[in-house]
């Protein structure tokens, strides 16, 4: 990783230095917009323009009350703009800021209704890549033109504070255990199904990715390091509108993909469509060594073992939404939504093992050819109702959810052994069958109530049910007949039940916010590992738990003067195992290494503590620290020569990280976003009989550099990279990635075509090593992580918005925990 150190901290400092240095005397500039009767209009397009060409500066929009700010401007003669849909523009007077102004606050602006007979034309603006709100930073995903043919996981590792490691398990902050939800629904996935479906989820069907380290009591309790809710397209415009991506990238092997967004509104009805396919085909080359020891202290080698893999894998995907909303009257609405996917993977693999002496000398040769041909399917339904009693605020919402998942996965294991200096040879094939079902059924109400000036209730009560059906029909073959492996066939059927409630108060005292909620949740689950009838080893055995968790949170904020604003929050939160982590019995990957799942394993709770300051708008800093009790993790068991992955609790683990995110902007031209995180982990317990006591701090650096030219181009540079650091039983040495894009818009900015290029220097490349008990074990691992990209994108239809609709259902916690398998 010297190369990387090497070619990537020059950047980082080149970039930041300028950054600095390229800073002018800068000022505020704030300003309200309102209606004729003087009500604050929301989201209303505010543009900061050049007095001497009324070239756009730059954009945002108006809050609830109608404020708007612009920070760090520099000197110069502005005017700025104001447009709302269905309202006439607007025009403030030209103004001068010279070098000794801190802020200037503007008169008002007013704007007119339009006469409905004249045609609504909307003007789109472009969001910032970056957005820090209260309690959670978005990242508006089109803002980069290099997510242009990237995937949803791709999305995700460039966001700040967000880490993959060398499996693509999800950490905000440092931390394990992230709730990821789409459109404020939990996937119900493990790790590696989740991270199979974002490869498959193209990044041009998502608007906005939100990153919330620690969620209000509204939000279900798990997700020890917080929530990333992903939030894909929803058209909301009246008449016919849509938008069309196609994207072809190109790595070793190629990857095309698309999406299409419909939407129709007329009177009360409104329509929408969103609709995705990708094929995603790569390559994975994963190296293994691991040295076996002799018991004692003097952990003298017994034998060696190094294994090298070759996958190919081929990874079709669909995915479909369609729903109506309903406008009963201006203040009732009740909708649907029925959303899919269909994700295939198929990954042909062959491994060859090599078995040595303690003296390096081979002893025998393993070649293991290997098919594997998954296929996942989903379907749900989702009705909601929302009500709001007036003007004030008041609001009653309801939603009914049905989420279903089945999986199908045919598996063939070859393994042919041969021994140096003879002839001899054997050969044992294992095939499997393996078929799944989840269903979940969830219904959930919230209620906001103001009760005085300022103050205001929230409160809501949700309940979930849901049931696994998990099979595992392993054959042993020999001479073309298969027979049943006993040791390896299994049912396993699981239950949940989860009932929730929660209340929270929120209260604005001049220059102090304060938010204080609670959330109960009782938890009721059992499983039953049913004998198969064939093995007197392989008995009826179940299992059964219950209990109540209160989950209480609190914000407090101060804004100390118009430039420095202070929080504080606490949490405490939850993560649950994985449904199929529960099953005990053993699941075959090759012939040395076996997955398990453990019916002991116990839910992991954490306390979260964070503060905040705000300085100006664009610089953002934040002090965390986290106490995990039982946390869980992948843990690595030796059995003879063969190693068992599995999730179990390790103990305790702490947490402490300072964050720094800053936007500036360099020039009219240049904005560059920087982001830096230390955290330092710390890992307590006892595993299989064995101490655990490791530590590591971490450095995390992205920067993200947007370039704005003339005549609708536009370009991107950015990178990531992290330092050394530790992930339970494993440490990963250090790496990164950098990225570049550019950008033009034509068909009258109503088209654009980009082209980006991702990890152009090659380095994301996770390696690294574990020991544990008798053995020391090191991985290096690269794919087709490099990768050139084309898109084009479409937008038609008459622009004029309609109001927005929640449509978020209740199965969000349940989601996250289901596992649909993955490719690398």
């Known amino acids: 990783m010297t190369d990387l150190k090497t070619l990537l901290t020059p950047l980082f400092v080149m970039i930041f230095s300028l950054s600095l240095s390229a800073q002018t005397p800068a000022a505020r500039i704030i300003g309200l917009v309102g209606d004729e009767g003087h009500k604050p209009i929301e989201a209303a397009t505010i543009s900061l323009l050049d007095a001497r060409d009324s070239s756009r500066v730059r954009q945002t ?264 909303d309903y406008y009963l009257s201006d203040r009732t609405t009740l909708g649907f939504v029925v959303s899919g996917f269909r994700n295939e993977e198929n990954n042909r693999s062959s491994s060859n093992i090599f078995l040595k002496d303690a003296h390096g000398s081979i002893d025998s040769i393993v070649y293991s050819p290997s098919n594997t041909d998954n296929t996942w399917k989903n379907g749900s339904v989702n009705l909601n109702f929302r009500h ?60 906001t109530h103001p009760l005085a000036k300022d103050l205001k209730l929230e409160a809501g009560v949700k309940s979930s049910y849901v049931r696994t059906d998990n099979m595992a029909n392993y054959f042993n073959v020999e001479n073309d007949v298969p027979e049943v492996d006993t040791t390896k066939t299994n049912h396993f059927i699981y239950r949940e039940n989860i009932n929730a409630g929660y209340v929270n108060l929120n209260k604005q005292y001049k220059k102090w916010g304060i938010q204080a909620g609670l959330r109960v949740e009782n938890t009721n689950y059992s499983g039953h590992q049913l004998g198969n009838g064939l093995s007197v080893i392989n008995k009826d055995s179940s299992f059964s738990r219950n209990y109540f968790s209160f989950f209480p949170t609190l914000y407090v904020s101060y804004q100390a003067n118009e430039k420095n604003q ?63 009790k039982d946390f869980f993790s992948e843990t690595f068991e030796q059995s003879g020569r063969a190693t068992i992955l599995r999730n179990g609790n390790i103990g305790s683990r702490q947490n402490a990280g300072i964050a720094l995110s800053a936007q500036l902007h360099v020039t009219k031209w240049w904005m560059s976003i920087l982001y830096s995180n230390v955290n330092y982990t710390k890992f307590s317990g006892i595993l299989y009989g064995e101490p655990i006591n490791v530590d590591a701090t971490t450095l995390t650096l992205n920067v993200n550099n947007q370039f704005t030219f003339p005549h609708g181009w536009s370009a991107e540079l950015s990178g990531w990279y992290r330092t050394k650091g530790v992930e339970g039983q494993i440490v990963i040495y250090s790496l990164g990635q950098a990225t570049a894009a550019i950008s033009k818009k034509i068909l009258k900015e109503k088209a654009s075509l980009k082209l980006g290029i991702r990890d152009f220097l090659y380095t994301n490349k996770p390696h690294g090593y574990l020991n544990f008990q008798q053995t020391e074990a090191t991985f290096r691992n690269y794919r087709d992580s490099r990768q050139v990209s084309v898109t084009f994108s479409y937008r038609f239809g008459k622009p004029l918005k309609a109001p927005v609709r929640h449509r978020a259902s209740g199965t969000g916690e349940e989601e996250s925990r289901v596992k649909t398998g993955g490719n690398n």
């Open 61 to 324: 929009v108006s809050d609830k009350t109608g404020q708007w700010v612009f920070d760090k401007v520099a000197e110069g003669k502005y005017l700025v703009s104001a447009t709302s849909v269905g309202r006439s523009s607007s025009y403030s007077k030209v103004f001068e800021l010279i070098g000794n102004q801190s802020a200037i606050v503007l008169e008002a602006i007013v704007l007119q209704a339009t006469s409905k007979n004249l045609q609504e034309v909307a003007v789109i603006g472009k969001k910032p890549f970056i957005e820090q709100k209260a309690d959670r930073m978005v990242v508006n995903v089109d803002a980069s033109p290099s997510n242009a043919g990237a995937t949803a996981l791709d999305v995700l590792e460039r966001s700040p504070g967000v880490t993959l490691d060398k499996d693509d398990n999800i950490s905000l902050k440092g931390k394990q255990g992230v709730t990821v939800m789409i459109d404020n629904k939990p996937t119900y996935l493990t790790a590696a199904q989740l991270a199979s479906y974002l490869k498959s989820l193209p990044a041009s069907a998502i608007d906005q990715i939100e990153l919330m380290t620690n969620p209000s009591a509204k939000y279900d309790a798990a997700g020890n390091s917080g929530i990333i809710n992903i939030k894909t397209k929803k058209n909301k415009t009246r008449g016919f509108n849509g938008n069309i991506n196609l994207t072809h990238t190109q790595g070793v092997y190629p990857k095309p993909s698309g999406s299409l967004n419909l939407n129709y509104r007329d009177g009360r009805t409104n329509f929408f469509l969103n609709a995705g396919y990708s094929r995603w085909e790569g390559f994975q080359h994963l190296d293994i060594g691991r040295t076996y020891l002799n018991p004692g202290p003097d952990r003298v080698v017994n034998s060696i073992f190094t294994q090298a893999t070759e996958m190919h894998f081929t990874n079709p995907s669909m995915n479909l939404k369609f729903g109506m």
């Open 388 to 447: 709001q009693f007036d003007s004030t605020g008041k609001e009653l919402t309801a939603d009914l959810d049905y989420v279903r998942y089945s999986s199908h996965s045919d598996q063939y294991f070859d393994n042919i052994t041969t021994y140096p200096g003879n002839d001899h040879k054997t050969e044992t094939i294992l095939t499997g069958n393996l078929p799944s079902t989840i269903d979940i059924y969830t219904v959930k109400s919230d209620y």
């Open 566 to 628: 202070f929080s504080v929050n606490y949490g405490r939160r939850i993560d649950r195992p994985a449904y199929q982590d529960l099953n005990p019995f053993l699941f075959f990957l090759d012939q040395y290494t076996y997955q398990a799942g453990n019916p002991y394993l116990q839910p992991q709770f954490s306390h979260n503590v964070e503060l905040g300051h705000t300085y100006g708008g664009w610089l953002s800093t934040t002090l965390n620290y986290s106490y995990t």
